[in-house]
């Protein structure tokens, strides 16, 4: 089973930021939060992934609360082509990724 | 990152025909996972397929349904045996990689397949 939680669905207007929420209460200390998106038809693609430090790259921010109990992924700009279901997911390294439902991101012109 | 192809992209078939999937990836990796995502849900992890041993498969699928092969270290298949229309789903292959300094995974764009 999944060990995240996430909302079903969300709505963002475009050029707004994107915050999508995970929680992960039961995360254990060598598990690493990940995060990947699906665009519809498509295989899904890595978007950021962190161990206890806030992370940012070219696609998005990763914050992470302290307690590590949960997470948000930011997308700074979002634009229509971020419309997507994305995925928190945590994991210990070198083992296979579990999905579970997602969040149905709808980028609003 | 990798560069993973699939073929087919996409097949329709009957039932009671099995129908197998290639994946083929650009460079050399130990590991490969076969994934299906049925319509409107999210993927579900098959098996682990690693070269040169038996495929691992996870709780609810099999062997008999979903043989799979790993000849090589660029190369597997994956095949639905004896297909009902319950097997309609998008079948991905995925292999280990390295992204910002960990390990992720990346993706094939996926095997659509309708049984009739």
């Known amino acids: 089973d999944a060990k995240t939680t996430q909302p079903t669905s969300m709505d963002c207007a475009e050029g707004r930021a994107a915050n999508l929420p995970c929680n992960h209460s039961?995360?254990?200390?060598?598990?690493?939060v990940y995060w990947y998106r699906q665009i519809h038809s498509q295989g899904p693609q890595y978007i950021i992934h962190?161990?206890?430090n806030n992370e940012t790259n070219e696609m998005a921010s990763l914050i992470i609360t302290e307690d590590r109990k949960s997470s948000t992924l930011i997308l700074p700009h979002a634009t229509l082509r971020d419309t997507a279901v994305y995925y928190c997911?945590?994991?210990?390294?070198?083992?296979?990724?579990?999905f579970g439902k997602g969040t149905r991101l709808s980028v609003i012109a | 990152s990798a560069v993973i192809s699939q073929k087919p992209s996409r097949d329709i078939c009957q039932r009671g025909t099995s129908l197998t999937i290639q994946c083929q990836v650009d460079?050399?990796?130990?590991?490969m996972f076969w994934y299906r995502q049925q319509p409107g849900q999210s993927l579900t992890l098959i098996a682990t397929?690693?070269?040169?041993?038996?495929?691992?498969?996870e709780s609810g699928f099999v062997i008999d349904k979903f043989p799979i092969s790993r000849p090589n270290l660029t190369f597997s298949t994956l095949t639905v045996s004896n297909m009902s229309p319950e097997d309609s789903s998008i079948y991905l292959c995925?292999?280990?990689?390295?992204?910002?300094?960990?390990?992720?995974?990346?993706f094939g764009p996926g095997t659509r397949l309708t049984v009739l």
């Open positions: 995925s292999v280990p990689g390295l992204a910002g300094g960990a390990d992720t995974q990346y």
């Open positions: 039961t995360i254990s200390g060598n598990e690493y």
């Open positions: 962190g161990l206890k």
């Open positions: 997911i945590v994991r210990y390294r070198n083992t296979p990724l579990v």
């Open positions: 460079s050399q990796v130990t590991m």
């Open positions: 397929a690693n070269q040169g041993s038996e495929a691992t498969y």
